[in-house]
């Protein structure tokens, strides 16, 4: 059985459409003269935010998605990261842009990136929605930030609590509402 919670709006679903069109501008310029963008989606939660932010890109995509997961149903990493659904398609040559929905310690993205990397990409950038940079145990930075977030557990626009809050249209903190201590 859950416990009890309620989810406070820390990131407004204007604010999130304003941000995506400002860091597709900014892609758009990375990757001008492209033949094709590969952009890789790292389920399940950047499914939201990818979707926006290529529809606001003005070149050639396509979109091919990659699952890692280092979490489960729990609200910590285990720091063990595990590929669930590796990519269709051949990345070697390309341009690849990995669109992320949180980085939190790292552990995630550096592997994806070191994966991605041993298949040699043309070009290999990222772009993340969210980032919580006092939990990083890695050293690995986006290349693109939406927005830096507090060590919060957060949801909606994609992110989930056990699979519960994905469809929320804005980005909102997980506050327990029982007195029992998380461990």
């Not at 145990?137 to 994905?166: H, S």
Request: charged letters at 30%; a negative charge; hydrophobic letters at 40%.
């Amino acid at each position: 059985m859950s416990r009890p919670y309620v989810i406070d709006e820390l990131i407004s679903a204007k604010s999130i459409a304003a941000r995506i069109e400002a860091l597709a501008r900014e892609i758009k310029t990375k990757f001008r003269g492209t033949d094709k963008l590969v952009v890789v989606g790292l389920l399940r939660g950047s499914f939201v935010f990818i979707a926006d932010l290529v529809r606001e890109l003005d070149l050639p995509v396509e979109v091919d998605f990659l699952e890692a997961s280092s979490y489960g149903n729990s609200t910590e990493s285990s720091r063990e990261v595990r590929i669930l659904k590796d990519l269709r398609g051949e990345i070697g040559g390309r341009d690849v842009l990995v669109v992320e929905d949180i980085v939190d310690t790292g552990h995630t993205l550096k592997h994806v990136i070191s994966l991605l990397n041993s298949r040699e990409p043309a070009r290999l950038a990222c772009c993340a929605l969210l980032d919580k940079p006092s939990r990083r145990e890695v050293d690995v930075k986006a290349d693109w930030i939406g927005f830096e977030i507090p060590d919060e557990f957060v949801v909606g626009y994609g992110i989930d609590f056990a699979q519960r809050n994905r469809n929320l249209p804005f980005i909102g903190t997980v506050r327990f509402t029982d007195t029992q201590d998380e461990t």
